[in-house]
């Protein structure tokens, strides 16, 4: 499985992003094998729509799993019809969040977890 995982500065041992559509980066992880990759967000400086912007790069590069701080409105949408599982943390670097996503520790939402962020 392919998972996306929000980041600050494209680092694997740094804390994680907990802002979805305009964080800097996105972590991406192969489950089974655990290589990854960091890739720059195109949605972070979006004048209006970042979170759905950010899903579409989501599966542009095939993620199935996605884990942030918050979801808003408009971005869950774009998940849910997209066809990724999303998970919410409170912290940890993409390393540990792996390791809790692979043992079930993580909570799947199914509902916008915060509101729209605007700046």
């Given at each position: 499985m392919?998972?996306?995982i929000s980041s600050p500065d494209g680092k694997f041992d740094s804390k994680?992003?907990?802002?979805f559509g305009r964080c800097a980066y996105f972590i991406f992880i192969d489950t089974e094998t655990?290589?990854?990759?960091?890739?720059?967000?195109?949605?972070?400086n979006a004048r209006g729509g970042a979170g759905p912007q950010a899903v579409q790069f989501l599966s542009e590069n095939g993620?199935?799993?996605?884990i942030?701080?918050?979801y808003g409105p408009n971005a869950f949408s774009a998940i849910e019809a997209?066809?990724?599982?999303?998970?919410?943390?409170?912290?940890?670097?993409?390393?540990?969040?792996l390791n809790k996503f692979l043992a079930g520790e993580l909570n799947q939402v199914n509902t916008s977890t915060g509101p729209s962020l605007h700046h």
């Open positions: 392919k998972l996306a994680f992003s907990a802002r655990r290589a990854w990759e960091a890739k720059t967000n195109p949605a972070a993620a199935e799993a996605t942030t701080g918050r997209a066809g990724i599982q999303a998970f919410e943390a409170d912290s940890g670097t993409p390393e540990e969040l």
